[in-house]
């Protein structure tokens, strides 16, 4: 089967979306199908490459203007178009009857311009742009989404019809499993920090849905609950907010919280092997990359009661209001005195999210669209 993947613009810099594209484009490819990745060039945007302000503006002139040209010369070749990220779900439009599905990693952005989240209010011209995102996963000819909530949010909020919406899940876009604790250290001790005996970690970027003052406020509670063990915070992802370093700097946090932008993912796996637990009390989520990331190492996980982090997390991790750092904070307490069985636990857990499963699940999908052929029936 000749696959044509179409991924993200680079200059948007959006880490996880282009991770996902070549997890697609390896597990294809070692299935023994034939794949080409095509994504927006950066042809106008080169003038300011950057996903914000004038560089922003720019980077649509090669989106909406350069690339759907460039789409439509190559669409003989294929036999079918992933779209990987919903986000360029307004390509639809330009594929006509080639057999295609779109790939749906979470709502958030589609509810936020709704007004479903008070919290963080969306600009016209994010809502214009959301409107068109959602024009092209109705127009689509198949939407796969990454867990089961963000499937039924999906199916609420667009009136796709079900049988054009199917549940394929995300796999670890990196082969992270345990890591020996000497190999582990000797990384960490190259990060030039001291974890001490007992670190905890979060990772993630600065989007309001991370909580990332939330995880802050869990530690700052943990340290009055445990200051016997003097436990440490690493955080993996963007650079601190302003907000953070507040935090930080008004709660006597300075000298036991890390800031580490930027890591290599063996550092990572370093660093998920050996913490005492990952916080991950997100408010929102399509699903949760971090959760099985660690889980996958064997470590303990804490995240939010909600959907999906409890459909990813299983029975493997720690369930909080993530709202309430006081009680989340208790919990990781509780959680500390049965660590060996939530290790055990979670790398069990881990193993359900298979990059065989993931691109098997695919590969059935595209036959499916294959099958309704160019009749475009999905159309009518």
């Known amino acids: 089967m000749r696959v044509l993947l179409v991924s993200n613009y680079l200059n948007d810099a959006q880490e996880s979306m282009q991770r996902f594209a070549a997890l697609m484009e390896k597990g294809l490819i070692q299935a023994g199908h034939d794949v080409r990745t095509l994504r927006p060039q950066n042809i106008v945007g080169r003038l300011r490459p950057s996903g914000e302000g004038v560089g922003k503006w720019l980077g649509y002139i090669d989106k909406f203007g350069v690339f759907p040209s460039f789409l439509k010369s190559v669409l003989a070749w294929a036999n079918v178009v992933h779209i990987c990220d919903h986000s360029n779900s307004f390509y639809t439009k330009h594929l006509n009857t080639k057999p295609h599905v779109v790939s749906c990693h979470d709502l958030i952005a589609v509810r936020c311009a709704l007004g479903e989240v008070p919290r963080n209010l969306t600009r016209w011209t994010g809502r214009q742009l959301q409107q068109l995102i959602v024009k092209g996963l109705v127009r689509a000819q198949h ?3 990454v867990s ?3 499937r039924r949010q999906l199916l609420r909020v667009t009136q796709i019809p079900e049988q054009r919406v199917s549940r394929v899940y995300n796999s670890l876009n990196y082969p992270y ?4 604790r000497d190999e582990a250290m000797a990384r960490i001790h190259k990060l030039r920090i001291d974890l001490g005996k007992t ?3 979060h990772v993630g970027g600065n989007q309001w849905y991370k909580n990332r003052v939330g995880v802050l406020r869990i530690f700052s509670s943990l340290r009055k609950q445990i200051p016997q063990q003097n436990p440490k915070m690493v955080m993996v992802g963007k650079p601190w907010t302003d907000d953070m370093r507040r935090f930080v700097s008004e709660n006597g946090l300075k000298d036991v ?3 580490l932008p930027g890591i290599q993912d063996e550092d990572l796996r370093a660093l998920y092997s050996t913490a005492a637990m990952l916080l991950f009390p997100s408010l929102d989520e399509g699903f949760g990359w971090p959760i099985i990331e660690a889980q996958a190492c064997g ?12 459909e990813v997390g299983g029975t493997a991790a720690v369930y909080v209001d993530p ?3 006081e009680a989340a904070a208790a919990a990781v307490v509780l959680a500390l005195n049965k660590a060996a069985d939530l290790r055990e636990a979670s790398l069990q857990n881990a193993a359900r999210f298979s990059s065989s499963a993931m691109i098997q699940g ?5 036959e499916k669209v294959c099958s309704e052929g160019c009749l475009g029936s999905w159309l009518n």
């Open 362 to 366: 695919y590969l059935s999908l595209y």
């Open 148 to 150: 089961e909530a963000t």
């Open 199 to 201: 670190f905890f970690l």
């Open 323 to 325: 709202e309430n750092p």
């Open 143 to 145: 939407v796969v989404c």
């Open 177 to 180: 499993s345990r890591m020996s």
């Open 299 to 310: 470590c303990p996980v804490l995240t939010s009661g909600r959907p999906p982090m409890d």
């Open 257 to 259: 919280t890390f800031e």
